[in-house]
């Protein structure tokens, strides 16, 4: 490996393992970026000529009925012997933690280790939204601040007159 950045799945010539399936799902040489943008394209427009989104939201629509009925006539395993495909319910669960049991458990180092104050970032900005809270105040006051994060790609169709 020639640097830090080297892949130990890199290939003898530098092509990486998601640049080689890449390669070989598209045909594309992933060092022509052109040919990269217009296969997505390609398979853009394949998808909107075939009507994917309307069978994914069939796909859905049909899960809920499903549920919704399983549910209604307490159900909670089906089989489809022609598919060989089954439905199952199966229950889930989550951890509800009580906020003065538990820290009265701990030592002061294990409380600054496993509680956190945390703000509800969902409701301040639904509090920015109807005005309850001034984001323009709470930015100068150096309660929130915009941090730069990774870039995003967008492939997409160039708009008239671009």
Do not use: C
Not at 63 to 84: Q, V
């Amino acid at each position: 490996m020639s640097s830090d950045t080297d892949s130990p799945f890199d290939d003898d010539k530098g092509t990486s393992l998601l640049e080689g399936i890449a390669k070989e799902l598209s045909g594309v040489d992933v060092d022509d970026i052109a040919g990269m943008i217009r296969r997505i394209a390609e398979v853009d427009d394949e998808l909107s000529s075939r009507g994917v989104d309307p069978l994914v939201k069939e796909k859905e629509e049909l899960r809920k009925a499903l549920k919704k009925y399983m549910l209604k006539h307490e159900i909670d395993t089906s089989f489809d012997e022609t598919s060989g495909w089954e439905a199952v319910m199966t229950p889930r669960s989550h951890d509800v933690w009580d906020m003065d049991a538990f820290s009265s458990l701990l030592s002061a180092t294990q409380k600054k280790r496993y509680i956190r104050r945390m703000i509800d970032e969902t409701a301040a900005k639904e509090g920015i939204a109807n005005g309850d809270l001034s984001r323009a105040q709470l930015e100068a006051k150096g309660a929130v601040h915009k941090e730069a994060g990774q870039k995003a790609l967008y492939v997409r169709e160039r708009k008239k007159g671009k």
